[in-house]
């Protein structure tokens, strides 16, 4: 049978994931993932860890109320309460999206600013900001919050095993920042499927996740590995025209709620 086996959310966009055992989803995937995301202050650049590796260190955990808890090694933790109305908008911009957004405000500025090292701002969008998807793919109401291009990201657990036999070690999940994990497929069973309910919840696979360099990268200790690993096996044996594939892109189509250890149906 296969079974959701673990839920990852990831508020801070390039942040450190939050393990969850039950979360709820609208319009944009799991309530408070990757509603928020650091820019460069001058450009409005968005940020990540394939440019600022010690992003792996930013802690970053989601409230009730949409705000969001920072602490990273040498600071103190700052409480950051989600931009009201009157809040200043800031133009950013992600991969080819420009878009006007809340900034967080000067105090956050400063937090963020001394980790990153420069005039940095966090920014978080509402649904009313939201994104669309990428054309082509998907339906055209589709939006995503501050995720690389949709809302969710689905991996199989045997798909990483398959991966970790080939590298020759054991590779943690989080090196790939997937929302949801599947038990019980065969590896990269993922690739063929349309259309999945886990719960009462129906979700549409999009497109499957083209892997860069950020997934050399130690969660736990930020370091890039020496061996391009497992990018590197990636692209020996995942490799299509738009690159090295692994886990699939999903939109959920409704709300409602996950928990760990409910059944996937596979629909299509």
Do not use: H
Not at 1 to 9: D, F, Q, T
Not at 98 to 105: H, K, N, Q, S, Y
Not at 216 to 229: M, V
Not at 250 to 258: M, Q, S, T
């Amino acid at each position: 049978m296969l079974r959701l086996s673990a839920l990852y959310r990831y508020p801070l966009k390039s942040g450190k994931g939050e393990v969850l055992q039950q979360v709820g989803l609208d319009k944009l995937g799991l309530d408070g993932d990757r509603r928020w995301m650091l820019v460069d202050e001058a450009s409005g650049r968005f940020l990540t860890q394939r440019a600022v590796a010690q992003m792996s260190q930013l802690s970053a955990l989601w409230n009730a109320e949409g705000g969001l808890t920072l602490s990273a090694p040498g600071q103190s933790p700052i409480d950051i309460a989600v931009p009201g109305n009157d809040a200043e908008l800031r133009g950013v911009t992600i991969w080819r999206d420009t878009l006007r957004v809340p900034d967080a405000g000067d105090e956050a500025g400063a937090w963020v600013s001394q980790f990153i090292g420069k005039p940095t701002r966090l920014v978080q969008v509402p649904l009313d900001r939201a994104r669309m998807t990428e054309a082509g793919y998907g339906k055209d109401d589709d939006q995503v919050a501050f995720a690389d291009g949709y809302p969710l990201l689905l991996i199989g657990q045997a798909s990483l095993e398959d991966l970790s036999q080939r590298v020759g070690r054991p590779l943690e999940m989080l090196r790939f920042r997937p929302n949801l994990v599947i038990e019980g497929s065969a590896a990269f069973a993922e690739d063929g499927w349309k259309r999945i309910r886990i719960g009462e919840v129906e979700f549409r696979v999009v497109k499957s996740c083209s892997r860069c360099i950020l997934t050399t990268i130690d969660p736990q200790t930020g370091e890039r590995s020496d061996d391009r690993e497992p990018l590197a096996t990636l692209q020996k044996y995942r490799s299509q025209a738009d690159g090295a594939m692994f886990g699939q892109n999903l939109v959920n189509d409704g709300n409602g709620r996950l928990e760990v250890g409910m059944p996937v149906e596979i629909l299509e």
